[in-house]
């Protein structure tokens, strides 16, 4: 884990701990804390201490965007926002004006000027914060958001705009630092960083017999990811397939790094990011299992429309290639009911979905790119 230290820390008579260390509320109960970062681990637990503690206190360095769990409609985030279409108009659009947008609609549901939040940094140049509790919290006194801690004394908190508070706990939710003591030799660990191929293999081994499994951050879901992951290693263990030569390996880790380190802010956090889709279609691609949208819009037009315009899960790298499924087609195209079944819909109600695409235009959004693809084909050398 990171390590904990801030001046005056040794001082300070009350206790502190690591969020690793933190199991339930009850024992902080009546206590006023003060929790360090506002990432995921540390507004979860602002947020649940402040049901039982005297008073929480969330220091944030830098501030945090915080991401509802749903979106328009109340339809999950992901399933509402991991789309192809989306992706691919992400691509197209500069990055300050998908920046904008998205600030934009998560100021519609609080302030974060007003909330003590905003970052200086732009939304996609962090890892976001998920929470759907913080904001009332806030509203409702139970806690205060904090700027930076300058100093500890005996019994209180200094923070860096001048203001002290009397504390009895700390709670450092302040990340991780990677160490793989039983793999010395293999891997080398630089500032958080780990020479990985893919983020999975070290390049630098005779023969790959390693592989790291679920090491990334993604901006969306780790399982789907981690088991594609362990499709492409299987068949690596297996001799399927061949990984690059070690130069070619280290030359794309020092190309992801880079851009990495241009998109995102500086931080211990920010080292194994992924974007969901692209990392899944890089994993695709190495496995054989990509969907190719130009084949499914002239043999299945149903399913390339489902599969462009809806979420993007896991059915769409079972639907060819090794460990293909039959039920694929199915279950992406009644993924949807799936979803709105566990809320039993009154009687005589239809509720609406949750595309973001008038239909007509994700038909011109389609013959556009089958010409588009037809044209780069008919180009290409």
């Not at 793989?180 to 983020?199: A, D, H, R, S, T």
Request: with cysteine; glycine share 6%; charged share 20%.
């Amino acid at each position: 884990m990171a390590s904990l230290s801030l001046p005056g820390l040794e001082k300070f008579e009350g206790w502190y701990l690591h969020s690793r260390d933190y199991k339930s509320p009850q024992s902080f109960s009546g206590k006023r804390v003060v929790v360090v970062g506002a990432g995921n681990s540390g507004v979860d637990i602002a947020v649940e201490l402040s049901h039982t503690a005297e008073q929480v206190f969330l220091s944030t360095k830098r501030g945090t965007w915080v991401l509802h769990r749903l979106a328009d409609g109340g339809y999950p985030f992901d399933f509402s926002y991991i789309r192809r279409s989306i992706q691919l108009l992400r691509s197209l659009v500069p990055h300050n004006v998908s920046n904008f947008f998205l600030e934009r609609k998560l100021n519609t549901r609080f302030d974060h000027v007003l909330y003590g939040l905003q970052p200086r940094h732009r939304i996609f140049e962090q890892h976001p914060t998920v929470n759907d509790d913080l904001p009332n919290r806030i509203i409702s006194g139970r806690v205060l958001v904090k700027p930076n801690i300058q100093e500890f004394t005996e019994t209180s908190a200094i923070f860096e705009d001048g203001t002290k508070e009397d504390i009895d706990t700390v709670v450092f939710a302040t990340g991780y630092s990677f160490s793989f003591p039983f793999l010395e030799g293999c891997v080398k660990v630089v500032e958080n960083q780990i020479p990985l191929y893919k983020f999975m293999f070290p390049p630098d081994l005779e023969k790959p017999t390693l592989a790291f499994i679920g090491f990334i951050q993604p901006l969306g879901a780790i399982m789907p990811i981690s088991e594609l992951q362990c499709r492409w290693a299987t068949r690596v263990f297996k001799g399927l397939q061949h990984l690059p030569p070690p130069a070619d390996m280290l030359a794309d880790v020092t190309q992801t790094r880079e851009k990495m380190a241009k998109r995102y802010v500086r931080s211990q956090r920010h080292t194994i990011q992924v974007d969901y889709i692209p990392y899944m279609d890089e994993l695709a691609c190495q496995v054989g299992v990509k969907p190719n949208l130009l084949a499914l819009f002239l043999t299945d037009p149903k399913l390339a429309l489902e599969v462009a315009f809806g979420p993007c899960t896991p059915y769409q790298y079972r639907l060819q290639g090794p460990g293909r499924w039959a039920g694929a087609r199915e279950a992406i195209l009644t993924q949807h009911q799936r979803i709105i079944k566990p809320l039993q819909p009154r009687a005589g109600g239809h509720p609406a979905r949750s595309g973001t695409m008038p239909h007509i235009f994700k038909v011109i959004f389609s013959v556009g790119l089958i010409v588009a693809t037809l044209v780069y084909v008919s180009l290409s050398p």
